[in-house]
């Protein structure tokens, strides 16, 4: 097993930046597929990024390419994302997950391991 604890959230202006980190420990890091996902006030969760077990494939939700930034320190066994450019619509709970599957990276059902989430606000 993996055990998966974001940090970095807060409260934001709009057009500010944040920092989330997910620190993992258990099975070794490298081993798993990582995934950002987000809860927003209507309870839906949605993908946001993830980033292969190699770390030189990733993968974004339209509503972030080029504003947020999924990579991984496997010398320290965290992921991180870079968030630029915020808005309002951000705001969110933020989970990371691990997964050992290879496909659908954008599915939340895809993944076996969940942090307990972060919460970003971005205030307009």
């Known amino acids: 097993q993996v055990q998966l604890a974001e940090s970095g959230g807060g409260l934001v202006q709009a057009g500010g930046s944040l920092r989330l980190s997910c620190a993992a420990s258990?099975?070794?890091?490298?081993?798993?597929?990582m995934g950002w996902f987000r809860h927003d006030p209507r309870k839906e969760r949605k993908f946001v990024a993830a980033?292969?077990?190699?770390?030189?494939?990733?993968s974004y939700a339209d509503s972030v390419k080029g504003r947020f930034t999924i990579s991984r320190d496997k010398d320290k066994n965290t992921m991180y994302l870079q968030m630029n450019s915020l808005k309002p619509e951000d705001t969110a709970v933020y989970y990371c997950?691990?997964?050992?599957?290879?496909?659908?990276?954008?599915?939340?059902?895809?993944?076996?391991?969940w942090g307990r989430g972060t919460q970003v606000t971005v205030s307009s």
């Open positions: 258990g099975r070794t890091f490298n081993e798993y597929h």
């Open positions: 980033m292969g077990w190699s770390g030189t494939i990733t």
């Open positions: 997950a691990a997964t050992f599957r290879n496909t659908n990276w954008a599915a939340p059902v895809t993944y076996n391991y």
